[in-house]
């Protein structure tokens, strides 16, 4: 009856498509050159559960202390120290919190990107919220990345809730269909939002991809379906998405019969291990052209103590030696920390045929953004202290 229920195509429409990758789909083998690219994800809300402005500044200087302290001896296959993409809310903005991450990024150790929740907005207001917080996340914190050729300023998404293009039911948490002709109007490059199972409502049937999907006004979930990178031509006015794992963990399994879900999610009760990662590389999300490179986008929400635990613990510590370890181990295998950005750039550069390294191509179409000058930092975030008074 458990089993039954779990497999009802239906509810996870998703399993046809697992059960026909799962006919080429093979953990990589240890004679082959592997290049790991790994990129973390995090929906980070300081104020995640309603806490009070003293709790949510102590969690973002738990981040802002703690990851320098525990990683800053770590290093990859390039030299580069363990990298953290913090998708920040829109709707929850607040200058200071965002200073800091962006300083923390300055450091070396991340970038900062766009992440929304919202519920019922009109096309036109929603284009300008976008562009309202891309300006204010550029101008004001020296974050975001810039084109090569255009210039123009770009940014990496999350939709909040999964509910990506109108992707419930019910329609809500979101409200606009064409939403990711919205996004790549905006500047956006990429979005990062999938996989949402097990919400199976938001979930698509196209997974373990890098993919292309056009918004059709009119049309929710857009991105349920795509055409594969590398594989045909952009289509015109394309919006690039970046999945995560999404396997079927027959090794643990519910009530000794159910697989477990392993679907890149790094929480309190599910911290990285050497042991997951052979079910990321399983998942083969690739690009066709450079079948070395195997990209895994993991997913947390860091701002809860019990998440941060791992995040900012011996749980990630140990992660990150035995990637270390592995890679002393067996020669064939590379690991590269990269940011959202780093793993766009390292799709397109695989997309138009690059045969060089992972970390020359870490900046091949967008560039971080140059930062501002420690001085004028330092002068901005005087100001808003004296603006605000304490924290309540």
Known sequence: MVLSRFLTLRKNPWLVPYVLQSLHRRAPRSDKPVHLLLCIADHFEPENGGVSRRTAQARVKN??????????????????????????????????????????????????????????????????????????????????????????????????????????????????????????????????????????????????????????????????????????????????????????????????????????????????????????????VQVSSRPDWFFVKLHTHGGPEMNQQVLLGEPMVRFHAALAQRARACPNFKYHYVVAREMYNLAKAAEEGWSGSADEARDHILVRQTPKSSAIVEAEVRQIGACQGPAG
């Not at 998405?241 to 079927?248: S, T």
């Open 63 to 284: 981040w802002i202390d703690k990851y320098p302290e525990l990683f800053r001896d770590f290093r990859d296959s390039d030299g580069r120290p363990p990298q953290h993409t913090f998708f920040y809310p829109m709707e929850k903005y607040r200058p200071e919190y965002v200073e800091a991450l962006a300083g923390l990024c300055r450091s070396g150790y991340g970038e900062v990107e766009v992440h929304l929740h919202h519920d019922g907005e009109t096309e036109d207001e929603l284009r300008e919220m976008l562009r309202g917080y891309k300006v204010t996340l550029s101008d004001d914190h020296g974050l975001l990345s810039v084109h090569r050729r255009t210039r123009e300023r770009m940014y990496g998404f999350i939709h909040g809730n999964w509910a990506l293009d109108n992707s419930r039911p019910d329609r809500r948490w979101c409200g606009v269909c064409n939403e990711l002709s919205i996004l790549r109007e905006t500047g956006c490059y990429c979005d990062f939002t999938l996989p949402s199972a097990p919400n199976q409502a938001t979930q698509t049937r196209k997974i373990n991809s890098i993919y292309y999907a056009c918004g059709q006004p009119g049309v929710c979930k857009a991105h349920d379906w795509g055409v594969d990178v590398g594989r045909n031509p952009q289509p015109q006015n394309s919006l690039m998405l970046i999945q995560g794992p999404l396997v079927l963990n027959w090794r643990s399994r519910k009530f000794g019969v159910v697989p477990r879900l392993e679907n890149g999610c790094i929480q309190g009760n599910q911290p990285a291990t050497i042991d997951r990662l052979e079910n990321w590389l399983r998942s083969r």
